[in-house]
């Protein structure tokens, strides 16, 4: 019995479905190409998907925690326009042995809940970088999947510190940090604990808590700003409301 063959015109209809379909997935994609948030208040406006790692490029991520010193991250060149996308140093988690100097929670009008951490490099304390802890009660960030390791990184500081000021407040004793975030490059606007380049670590996703420092270990009496940055500017498109 011979076999039936397809028709020509059924045939053409289904490339034509299929095509239908492509263009609409496309027309969608592009009309919402942000997740839609449903829990959380709003907390902060300058690249804060990016920051909470629910942007859509937080796919291009390795999460493989890559060891680095303080220094190497504040070596690497800052893209010169800071916008919705991601940097190639924004697509990695880095694992980093630190000082941790100092901290507060940005509370306030234009604060964004952040836990704020002034990191400093254990061969040199002088040259810090700032690393932030989302709060699960933010949009983006009660959305992402990592937001269980926001809570535990909070928790862990919690456990190990008396609680956050809004103000900042030097560790004493300071402590001896691992401390695992993803790379971000924010604006300068004169932080506490800003690298020159202003890489941080955020979100952090994990912080280790190695041993207390004694007073063998020669700490700067103030955390300034660098006196020259090379930091990115803003895309217009942003407000820079908080920190």
Not at 51 to 59: A, E, I, N, W
Not at 71 to 94: F, G, M, N, W
Not at 167 to 175: E, G
Not at 196 to 212: A, S
């Amino acid at each position: 019995m011979p076999k039936r063959q397809t028709s020509p015109s059924l045939f053409r209809i289904l490339l034509l479905c299929v095509a239908i379909a492509l263009v609409l997935y496309r027309y969608l994609h592009r009309a919402n190409p942000n997740p839609q948030i449903t829990c959380g208040g709003h907390c902060g406006t300058e690249r804060w998907q990016i920051k909470t790692v629910s942007d859509p490029q937080s796919r291009k991520i390795d999460w493989s925690p890559r060891s680095n010193s303080i220094a190497e991250l504040v070596a690497i060149q800052p893209p010169k326009v800071l916008d919705d996308s991601r940097s190639d140093a924004e697509t990695r988690v880095y694992s980093v042995e630190a000082v941790l100097m100092g901290w507060k929670a940005e509370m306030g009008t234009h604060g964004d809940r952040d836990y704020h951490l002034v990191l400093g490099d254990p061969a040199d304390p002088g040259r810090t970088l700032i690393a932030e802890v989302p709060s699960g009660d933010c949009a983006g960030a009660c959305s992402s999947s990592h937001v269980q390791q926001f809570l535990q990184a909070r928790q862990e500081l919690a456990n190990r510190l008396s609680a956050p000021q809004a103000h900042f407040r030097r560790l004493n004793p300071a402590w001896l940090v691992r401390v695992q975030g993803v790379g971000f490059f924010d604006i300068y606007h004169n932080q506490i604990g800003v690298a020159e380049n202003c890489i941080e670590l955020h979100p952090v996703l994990h912080i280790e808590f190695l041993r207390e420092l004694g007073p063998e270990t020669v700490l700067p009496r103030k955390i300034e700003p660098p006196a020259e940055h090379r930091c990115g500017r803003l895309e217009k498109s942003y407000s820079s409301e908080e920190e």
